[in-house]
């Protein structure tokens, strides 16, 4: 199918760790596929068998102290794999990607959150990812001090040894929800801020509600 004609639609979902976010692209994925689209889910970092590779190096205690550069230059490294190996070609062929996560992860958390230059992570996102934008993304909106809770009361429970990030200090997740909310500023067609501290219910009305309208224009062109 010529690039032109194919539908594919690329929606991203953000925020601050605890946010809520894997529960609404789960709930938007079901009503998307009972509309008979085909939906695909993946995440970041990971999507490929590198890149789950490089998101146990990067979330593992092991990697406490990690250099902020290491953990960006990571962070793409499972990117640049997941846009080439997963993202574009589902895309060509007219699917719906939904991504836990994207690169405005990295502005929100490497940039905003760890101070590294915004226009490098910008100029890396175009080397490495082709300079990919979602059609749409989500930034699920909830203040740092419910979203902490949350994520160590759901690790506690998972036992998982994915708890560096989430040991960070409340001061940092505010510079990351900061960086979260100029983003979406910044882009509103695309960026929706999304109200997270009230029933999965109402955050996913609007969630779908947006991506109903998007799914209702033209195919894009990419
Ligand atoms: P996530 O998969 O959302 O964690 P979980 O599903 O356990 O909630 O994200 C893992 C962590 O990686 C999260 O703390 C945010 C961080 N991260 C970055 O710092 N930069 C990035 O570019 C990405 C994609 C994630």
Excluded: W
Aim: glycine residues 10%; contains cysteine.
């Amino acid at each position: 199918m010529p690039a032109r004609t194919a539908r594919g639609r690329f929606l991203t979902f953000e925020g601050i760790d605890g946010c809520g976010k894997t529960t609404q692209l789960r709930l938007l994925a079901r009503a998307l596929r009972r509309r008979g689209l085909s939906v695909l889910v993946t995440r970041e970092p990971g999507g490929t068998p590198l890149g789950e590779r490089i998101r146990r190096l990067l979330l593992g205690r092991a990697s406490a102290g990690m250099d902020p550069h290491a953990e960006l230059l990571l962070m793409f490294a499972a990117r640049a794999q997941h846009v080439r190996q997963v993202i574009r070609p589902a895309l060509a062929s007219g699917r719906v990607v939904l991504s836990d996560r994207f690169t405005d992860a990295s502005l929100a958390y490497q940039g905003y959150g760890r101070g590294i230059d915004i226009a490098l992570i910008r100029r890396l996102h175009r080397a490495a990812a082709g300079g990919l934008r979602p059609d749409l993304t989500f930034v699920i909106d909830i203040d740092p001090r419910t979203s902490v809770r949350r994520a160590r009361r759901r690790n506690r429970r998972a036992r998982r040894d994915e708890g560096r990030f989430e040991r960070e200090a409340v001061e940092f997740y505010r510079r990351v929800r900061r960086g979260y909310r100029a983003l979406a500023a910044r882009e509103p067609r695309r960026g929706k801020l999304i109200p997270g501290e009230t029933t999965p219910e109402r955050i996913h009305s609007h969630v779908l509600a947006h991506a109903s309208r998007l799914l209702a224009r033209g195919a894009p062109r990419r």
